[in-house]
C-alpha cells in the first residue's frame, strides 16, 4: 500500500542534542509537509517542500531545519532541542496531480526531550 | 496563525447515538476537510469537500460544506468504540497548498 512512513516513532533525545527524524513516502507525491502537534492541539506547519522549492512558516524558529534529498524522503533537522520542543511531528504529503489540499499524514513521531 | 473554532470541544455519547460536529471560520475556504486523529498516531483524511452546499458520505459519516463557506458539519451516525478520538476539520483557500486547522473536537463514547 501507498504511504507515508515516519521513523522512528518515538525518539528521545537530551537537551541541546542535535536531533535529525525521517520521513519517507510511496506516493510520489511532491509537496511534503512537517508538522508540529503539542497534546490535544491542532497541527502546526513548520515548512514545506513544493518539489525542491523550500517554504518556512514565519514563525519557525531557527532551530528548525529541513532537508528534502530527493522525492521520497525529507528529514527534519532539530538543531538544540529544548524541553518545549517535545511533541509529535507530523510529515504529510499532497500531490498537485491530484487534489493539493488533501493531505496524507504518517504516524507521527514523537520527540522526547531530557 | 488563524484557527478555526470547532464545537463542541468534547463529547461523551453512547455506542449507537448519532454524533454532530461544526466548524466555523471568519474567512471563506475553497476546500473543507475532515481528519480523525487516534491516540499516538497521525490525521486520517475522512471527508473532502469542494463546492458550497456540497453534501458527501463516507460510510456512516456524512459532512456538508457551508453555504457561505465559512463552515462545515460533520455528522456520524450509529456511533461505535472505535469511532474514539479526535476529529479536526481543515480549510483551504487552494493556494499555497496550506491548511487551517480546526480546534479539534474529543469523541468519547461510552458503551
Known amino acids: 500500500d501507498a504511504m507515508v512512513i515516519q521513523n522512528p516513532r518515538y525518539q528521545v533525545t537530551q537537551f541541546g542534542k542535535p536531533v535529525t527524524l525521517s520521513c519517507s513516502q510511496t506516493?510520489?507525491?511532491?509537496?511534503m509537509y512537517w508538522y508540529q502537534q503539542k497534546s490535544s492541539q491542532a497541527p502546526k506547519l513548520l515548512f514545506h517542500?513544493?518539489?525542491?522549492?523550500?517554504?518556512n512558516e514565519a514563525d519557525t524558529p531557527d532551530n528548525f531545519q529541513s532537508r528534502r534529498p530527493n522525492t521520497s524522503f525529507c528529514f527534519l533537522d532539530i538543531r538544540s532541542p529544548g524541553l518545549g520542543d517535545a511533541a509529535m511531528y507530523l510529515c504529510?504529503?499532497?500531490?498537485?496531480?491530484?487534489?493539493?489540499?488533501?493531505?496524507?499524514f504518517g504516524p507521527g513521531t514523537r520527540l522526547t526531550v531530557l | 496563525g488563524q484557527q478555526l473554532n470547532q464545537s463542541p470541544q468534547s463529547m461523551f455519547i453512547q455506542e449507537g447515538e448519532d454524533v454532530s460536529m461544526n466548524c466555523t471560520s471568519s474567512?471563506?475556504?475553497?476546500?473543507w476537510l475532515w481528519y480523525k486523529q487516534d491516540p499516538g498516531e497521525g490525521p486520517v483524511l475522512l471527508i473532502a469537500?469542494?463546492?458550497?452546499?456540497e453534501l458527501t458520505s463516507n460510510g456512516r459519516l456524512t459532512a456538508q460544506f457551508g453555504i457561505t463557506r465559512k463552515d462545515s458539519f460533520l455528522n456520524i451516525s450509529a456511533s461505535i468504540p472505535s469511532d474514539v478520538g479526535i476529529y479536526f476539520c481543515?480549510?483551504?483557500?487552494?493556494?499555497?497548498?496550506?491548511?487551517?486547522f480546526g480546534t479539534g473536537t474529543r469523541l468519547q463514547v461510552t458503551l
Open positions: 506516493l510520489n507525491h511532491n509537496v
Open positions: 469537500l469542494y463546492k458550497a452546499g
Open positions: 504529510a504529503t499532497s500531490s498537485n496531480r491530484g487534489r493539493l489540499d488533501e493531505q496524507f
Open positions: 517542500y513544493y518539489d525542491k522549492d523550500f517554504n
Open positions: 474567512s471563506i475556504f475553497n476546500t
Open positions: 481543515a480549510g483551504s483557500t487552494g493556494t499555497a497548498s496550506k491548511l487551517t
